[in-house]
């Protein structure tokens, strides 16, 4: 994986972390495990392979330190946590993991609703962690609602700047813009991310997109457009939002990589082999995923020719779909 | 509807024709006339009504005489029937449509295996079915397969615009580029649309895409980015390919809409009309339909605060969902 190429974008998968966390039956650990590991020999940049959280507030992710030691460290791939206090982070470094992801929202009443405290205490707390941090693995900052908040409406873009110019402050050198419920548009993504880039052109920037209206590719194109080039997305889909039943959830990990190798881009991941792992994610989570370049096959797909219809030619012949538009 | 408007987006509905067409139970003509009414009431630029082809190819759209003169036909809404061949035409003629629909594929073994002729005999039919219509009815020509063909893979996109080049020379003014079975990808969208209106920028152009791997909205983005502003989408997602079991169907109209309204064009259409319309259609065809605007609401909808958790300051509180990235 050449970090130079020009047209090199990097995918981070968050199905384990930001998928698994919602779903109501728990994954065994040697399956979460055996996943990941399947993951990384597809070639992801980067996958976020648990939470440091209180194994009560999030009991599927209980056996964090037990995932996080079982796994092969590949080399070439990040292995990230979600760290979400002080104790957290301690947790996470005792593992030896490459990046510490820590989240706020943009918003102040989905960071209470979220976190349990104001956006001023996730801050403090930011500060209180990175010293312990600093040096010993990468830390990224999440801004989650940054596109707009299922509480208050829309955020404004000025606000996510200031937060990112907080964060810079601290140190902090890589931010993920996150749109946790699926508000996010096109113009509004590529009119974001292109300040974020023009104002901290060496800031390590990812997308962070949910599908839940459709938007989650549409975005994605915008913020390439917009010079990103890290990526999260959830293998399948998984993941989602308890606010929007029957929503579907984050971006597909294996549809945004179909459509980055289509458009020529080198995402460094093999296709064949993640559409073989996303295949086996309906089992191992008891439910069919939203994901549909597995359904549909890869655009590369051929058919076979219909036989023949001994229709004349003037009048259409394929019986049974109609005509094709 | 102000067609000057520099903002102003054309939609075209095409649930009725292309979505029908490959539903296996029929559905009562006067449904359909219901529905194309409350359709036209949206704000709809235009409305693919029906197709004159032979009852025995497409049963379902055998009523296609009583549903064209049954239907209110509302202001500013153009009302388009796809026409086969020479009889279809006269019957479209005689019922009055606003526009005429005429379709072949940009590649050979896809217009045999649709429409039972060589590209060679479909462009020799249009030029019998021009004379009769010139006058009486505006002309669309679409071209199916015109991003990819399932039995032949890629397009060149020469090919495309040598096409576009004897239909323009035929006299025909509007041309659709349809992604037939969901081959395209934004960079190539935004690469031919561009030429096409580079080279003739008088053409009325209409972009026709499915959604079969999840890239129709960003495909209608980058259409959009290269200066298409007549879209064509089908209501709740309804259509598809038969050569992709499981896969979603055309572009869901009220999730283009809801896109282009968050983006802040005008497409003249009532969204909350439009997903009462979308709302209803599930019974009508018996089936579950893939739009996701209606299941996850609009992007606009707020939801109320969860009840407040007493939880400290420094852990994560929100036990039942996770941390939301």
Not at 123 to 148: D, E, M, V
Not at 267 to 291: F, K, M, Q, W
Request: charged residues 20%; glycine residues 10%; proline residues 6%.
């Amino acid at each position: 994986m050449n970090t130079t190429d020009r047209q090199r974008l990097f995918i981070q998968d968050v199905a384990v972390r930001d998928g698994f966390q919602i779903e109501p039956r728990f994954v065994p650990t040697e399956q979460k495990i055996a996943l990941i590991d399947r993951l990384g020999r597809c070639g992801l940049a980067k996958i976020e392979v648990t939470s440091f959280s209180s194994p009560k507030a999030i009991p599927m992710l209980a056996d964090a330190e037990v995932v996080m030691r079982g796994i092969a460290r590949i080399e070439g791939v990040e292995y990230a946590a979600l760290v979400p206090n002080l104790r957290g982070c301690e947790r996470a470094l005792a593992c030896n993991v490459d990046e510490i992801n820590l989240v706020m929202s943009a918003s102040e009443s989905h960071n209470r609703a979220n976190l349990g405290m104001s956006c001023e205490d996730s801050l403090r707390q930011f500060a209180k962690i990175l010293p312990l941090a600093h040096g010993a693995t990468a830390i990224n900052a999440s801004l989650s609602t940054a596109f707009g908040c299922p509480f208050e409406g829309s955020v404004p873009a000025g606000r996510v700047m200031d937060l990112i110019a907080r964060l810079t402050d601290m140190g902090i050198a890589r931010v993920s813009l996150c749109d946790t419920t699926g508000m996010a548009n096109p113009a509004q993504v590529e009119d974001i991310f292109g300040s974020v880039l023009r104002m901290w052109p060496t800031l390590q920037v990812t997308a962070h997109f949910h599908n839940t209206r459709g938007m989650g590719l549409a975005n994605a194109v915008a913020a390439l457009n917009a010079g990103v080039r890290h990526f999260d997305a959830s293998l399948g889909g998984l993941g989602g939002c308890p606010f929007a039943p029957g929503a579907t959830g984050n971006v597909c990990t294996e549809d945004l990589v179909h459509m980055f190798d289509s458009m020529g881009w080198n995402t460094g991941v093999d296709l064949t082999e993640l559409l073989e792992v996303a295949a086996a994610l309906p089992i191992i989570v008891g439910h069919d995923v939203p994901g549909q370049v597995l359904k549909a096959g890869p655009w590369t797909r051929r058919h076979a020719l219909p036989p023949t219809q001994g229709s004349p030619a003037m009048s259409p012949s394929n019986v049974c779909a109609g005509v094709r538009a």
